[in-house]
C-alpha cells in the first residue's frame, strides 16, 4: 500500500541551525513527490516537487529510491520558516499525505 | 491561490442535519478533490472526480457525497450519517498533466453545535 512517514510531530530549531524534515514513502511504482507547507492563518500551499529539482525559499528535497526518501532540508532556518510541513506521494490520481511536521524556529 | 474558493469559512450544524460546503474554481483544473484535516492525521481524502459528470470515493467516504455537475464547481455534502463530523475541509484541484501540483482552498471548518 502506498504510504508515507513524517516521523517527527515537531522539530524546534533556533534560528540559523540546519533543518531536516524527514520524509519516507512506500511506492511500488516511480513516484511522483511533493512538499506543501502551510503558513499559520494562510492556506495549504506547495513548497516543491522532486520533479523540478528546485530550490524554494533556500529549502531542497533530493529523492533518494534506495532509502525511499524524499527529506527536506534547509542550511539555516528562519524565523518565518515556522509552518507545518507535509509531505505527499502521488499514486495514480490521488495525493497521499503524510501526518505532518510542525517547524518552529526560535529566535 | 486566488482561483479556489471555498464557502462559508464557518459551518456549524445541528444533530440530524446535512450541510453542503461549496468548492469553486476558476483555474480551469479538470480534477477536484475534498480532504478532511485532523490533528495529527494530515490529509485524508474524502472524493476526487478527474472529470465532469465522474467521481471517486477516496479513503473515508463514508457519510459524504459529492456532485461534479460543472468543471468548475464540486460541491461536498456531509450526511447524518458521518458521525464525526467536526473538522478542517479542504477542496483542491489541478490540471491533469503529469507533475501537476494540487493547488487548495482556504478550508471551511465544520463544527456540530
Known amino acids: 500500500a502506498q504510504r508515507v512517514t513524517q516521523p517527527e510531530k515537531l522539530l524546534s530549531v533556533f534560528k540559523g541551525a540546519p533543518v531536516e524534515l524527514k520524509c519516507n514513502y512506500s511506492y511500488s511504482g516511480s513516484p511522483e513527490l511533493f512538499w506543501y507547507v502551510q503558513y499559520s492563518r494562510q492556506r495549504l500551499q506547495l513548497l516543491l516537487r522532486?520533479?523540478s529539482r528546485e530550490s524554494i525559499k533556500g529549502f531542497t528535497a533530493d529523492l533518494n529510491k534506495g532509502e525511499t526518501s524524499f527529506h527536506l532540508k534547509k542550511p539555516f532556518a528562519q524565523e518565518e520558516d515556522s509552518a507545518m510541513y507535509y509531505c505527499a506521494l502521488r499514486s495514480f490520481q490521488k495525493l497521499v499525505f503524510g501526518t505532518g511536521t510542525r517547524l518552529l524556529v526560535s529566535p | 491561490d486566488g482561483g479556489i474558493t471555498q464557502s462559508p469559512k464557518y459551518l456549524f450544524r445541528k444533530e440530524g442535519q446535512n450541510v453542503t460546503l461549496s468548492c469553486e474554481q476558476n483555474?480551469?483544473?479538470?480534477?477536484m478533490y475534498w480532504y478532511r484535516q485532523d490533528p495529527g492525521q494530515g490529509l485524508r481524502l474524502i472524493y476526487y472526480s478527474q472529470i465532469v459528470n465522474d467521481f471517486q470515493k477516496g479513503d473515508i467516504a463514508e457519510g459524504y457525497s459529492v456532485s461534479r455537475e460543472k468543471k468548475e464547481s464540486f460541491p461536498l455534502t456531509v450526511t447524518s450519517a458521518q458521525k464525526n463530523p467536526t473538522a478542517f475541509y479542504l477542496c483542491a484541484s489541478r490540471r491533469t498533466a503529469p507533475g501537476e501540483p494540487q493547488h487548495f482552498g482556504d478550508g471551511t471548518r465544520l463544527s456540530i453545535l
Open positions: 483555474l480551469n483544473h479538470d480534477a
Open positions: 522532486h520533479i
